[in-house]
């Protein structure tokens, strides 16, 4: 059993920067991809930024630029850091792991407001 867990969304003002953490646990393979969805009220979830085992990223056409995903394979980690924050961030971010079925985390909600 695969197991997500979450950490560091919370309040940003326009132009600040958040970073999010997701650590998984349990049976994981050492090729994976590891990332981040975003979904907001009313709209489809979609596509943050994704990283492979061997730092490959992909990375949404509204995020490039400003976001940047990283890894820890020691630690089965990957961290979104966020700048240049805007308020249509605003939404939930979820943590995925694609072993090779998808694996979802509880989701943090990241809002971006003054």
């Known amino acids: 059993q695969v197991q997500l867990v979450e950490s560091g969304g919370g309040l940003a003002q326009p132009g600040g920067s958040l970073r999010l953490s997701c650590a998984a646990s349990?049976?994981?393979?050492?090729?994976?991809?590891m990332g981040w969805f975003r979904q907001a009220p009313g709209k489809q979830r979609e596509l943050v930024a994704l990283?492979?085992?061997?730092?490959?990223?992909n990375y949404g056409d509204s995020v490039k630029g400003r976001f940047t995903i990283s890894r820890d394979n020691a630690k089965n980690t990957v961290y979104l850091q966020m700048n240049s924050l805007r308020p249509e961030d605003t939404a939930v971010y979820y943590c995925t792991l694609r072993d090779p079925v998808d694996y979802w985390g509880q989701g943090t909600q990241v809002t971006v407001s003054s």
């Open positions: 990283v492979n085992s061997v730092d490959g990223t």
């Open positions: 349990g049976s994981i393979s050492s090729m994976n991809v």
